[in-house]
């Protein structure tokens, strides 16, 4: 694993940090970061990118926290609906979530249209091609991001402690400030350094859903590539945009310390040093001071009978948390089931309400050569990613999990990489090095350029399901005479097998959904479907890209309750 993402990471990412400091004749120069720098107009896309990336955080945090809590915390069978439903979107495309966001938020859309039938407004209001579309576009496709970043802490967090801290007089809201919640930040503080450092990469969303005062590096990056080209200032550009994302991990790092990204509450120590006592010291603070509010909050509620000490008070805090749920995982969920309509609608443009009826945009897609080779090589391209990615991960998920390796922490980071460079700047990496090996244009280069991304994935899956794992059980195997090979294949094997297809289909979905190599390393040979689909909307967003992205929903829909059916199976097995 280590070599092969030294070789199509490392190396891509070197190459381009060379290229932003030569000249058209190779030779050693500044001139592309003079340039960079020369006018302030690429810094403010920086800072416009950046005060994008943290309201985005910020947000998507916030809303996030109540979900993860309520998955965390109950039992009942809502939770796994509920799990379900944000599911879903986390493996639907982006570009299906971002068109569903151009139905629901245009002049003509589902939110103005109501806001009009309600009598709240007389004209349209401006939702899209501006920051406010921005950023409820990515809100919400960082959200299960965010939900699931934070769920396992929350997990691992003993219940016993709330209710312990109930039993010496704390009140709910003082048991959750100083009990639960610092328990949980961990988690928090992982999730918005994810959700930051992914935000700062977008394109897409920002694409369709902003104005030109909203463009983000990413953009201007792809613009050097495919407008001019100028792969030098694109390099610049590149290396300015992963020194800040690297400053950020660094911060965060200092602050709160990067054993924070392991999956338990238990593992996460902050880190030592100035930084980290003083952010310890303004936590501890800033929890007493929560948990003093939410006590004298639930007097004052009291005293003026708006909260009793009586069954109610529960059913009433319940009804709130109820409410949250239902509004945040509708958000999450919901988006995306507005595409359907539209792809039956006989009109040239995704007007809401849809325009008659009609299967010609359907029609259109199974008698197109070009739609169904590209939907059939994303198929291919996934399946083989998702096998290479989890032959290359699984074994090292095991030696990272089970054996002393010199090194570790610096193997693990280089490991999960791939989630922390923006993937723009390995695409960028990877297309000057396929240039220089013939791989563009290839599905073999495809399939490489994928299973960079895909290992993160598979490997947290499986350090996952390994650290769940009871290795007493390869003891007893050992013991009743069982040697290494045997244990593995009718012990071990079987009990992590759910784990295996999980990465499996994480991986698979990562490169079926991938845009940014499919951008610059197919050549207009080897398309994928999310490749067609973005050069089809760049020159105009119809229902014909409504229906595609039905059937993409559909698949990604029947392929995870599939896998679900399976896991249980062999659970029962």
């Not at 249209?113 to 004209?123: M, N």
Request: with cysteine; hydrophobic share 55%.
């Amino acid at each position: 694993m280590l070599a092969f993402l030294s070789l199509l990471f490392l190396v891509p990412v070197a190459q381009l940090l060379l290229l932003s400091v030569e000249d058209n004749d190779g030779n050693l120069s500044w001139i592309q970061y003079r340039r960079l720098f020369a006018s302030d107009a690429y810094v403010r896309v920086l800072l416009i990118t950046l005060k994008i990336s943290m309201w985005t955080t910020l947000i998507t945090v916030v809303a996030a926290y109540p979900i993860a809590y309520r998955l965390a915390t109950s039992k009942t069978r809502s939770s796994g609906i509920i799990m379900l439903l944000v599911l879903l979107p986390l493996w639907t495309s982006f570009l299906v979530r971002t068109f569903a966001w151009i139905v629901l938020l245009g002049r003509n859309g589902v939110i103005n249209g109501l806001l009009k039938w309600i009598g709240l407004t007389d004209a349209p209001l401006a939702l899209i091609y501006n920051s406010t579309g921005v950023l409820i576009g990515m809100t919400h496709a960082m959200l299960p991001l965010a939900i699931f970043t934070m769920l396992p802490v929350m997990q691992s967090i003993p219940g016993d402690l709330v209710r312990a801290a109930g039993t010496l007089g704390a009140r709910p809201g003082q048991a959750f400030w100083l009990v639960y919640f610092p328990l949980s930040l961990p988690g928090v503080t992982a999730s918005g350094l994810m959700v930051f450092i992914t935000s700062i990469g977008f394109f897409i969303t920002p694409t369709f859903l902003g104005g030109n005062g909203e463009m983000m590096i990413t953009q201007v990056i792809i613009e050097q590539i495919q407008t001019l080209p100028n792969w030098g200032f694109a390099g610049a550009v590149s290396i300015l945009l992963l020194l800040t994302t690297l400053g950020f991990v660094a911060a965060y790092d200092a602050i709160f310390g990067m054993s924070n990204l392991t999956p338990t509450a238990a593992e996460a120590r902050p880190s030592s040093g100035f930084l980290a006592e003083a952010a310890a010291r303004i936590g501890k603070r800033l929890t007493h001071t929560m948990a003093h509010l939410a006590g004298g909050s639930s007097r004052l509620a009291r005293r003026i009978g708006i909260v009793r000490r009586n069954p109610m008070a529960q059913g009433k805090s319940g009804r709130i948390r109820l409410f949250v749920t239902v509004l945040v995982v509708a958000f999450i969920a919901f988006p995306p089931i507005f595409i359907v309509p539209i792809s039956f609608s006989r009109s040239e443009f995704m007007d809401w309400p849809p325009k008659g009826f009609t299967l010609d945009w359907y029609a259109s897609y199974f008698v197109s050569g070009q739609w169904v080779s590209g939907t059939v090589r994303s198929l291919i391209v996934g399946v083989l990613t998702g096998l290479l990615a989890t032959v290359i991960a699984a074994p090292a998920a095991f030696a990272f999990t089970r054996r002393e390796i010199p090194g570790r922490s610096i193997w693990y980071a280089l490991a999960l990489s791939p989630l922390i460079v923006p993937r723009i700047i390995i695409a960028l990496g990877l297309f000057h090095l396929y240039a220089e090996l013939g791989l563009i244009g290839t599905s073999l280069g495809l399939v490489l350029g994928h299973t960079v991304l895909a290992i993160p994935y598979v490997m947290l899956t499986m350090i996952a399901v390994l650290r769940l794992y009871d290795r007493r059980l390869d003891q007893a195997a050992a013991t009743l005479g069982a040697n290494k090979w045997n244990t593995f294949w009718r012990v071990t094997f079987p009990l992590i097998r759910p784990g295996i297809l999980s990465g499996f289909l994480f991986a698979f979905l990562v490169s079926f959904d991938e845009l940014t190599i499919a951008i610059f390393v197919t050549g207009g040979l080897t398309v994928t479907l999310p490749k067609l689909m973005w050069d089809a909307a760049l020159l105009n967003v119809n229902p014909g890209l409504a229906a595609v992205s039905t059937i993409m929903l559909v698949f990604v829909t029947c392929l995870i309750v599939g896998a679900e059916i399976l896991r249980r199976r062999s659970i029962r097995k």
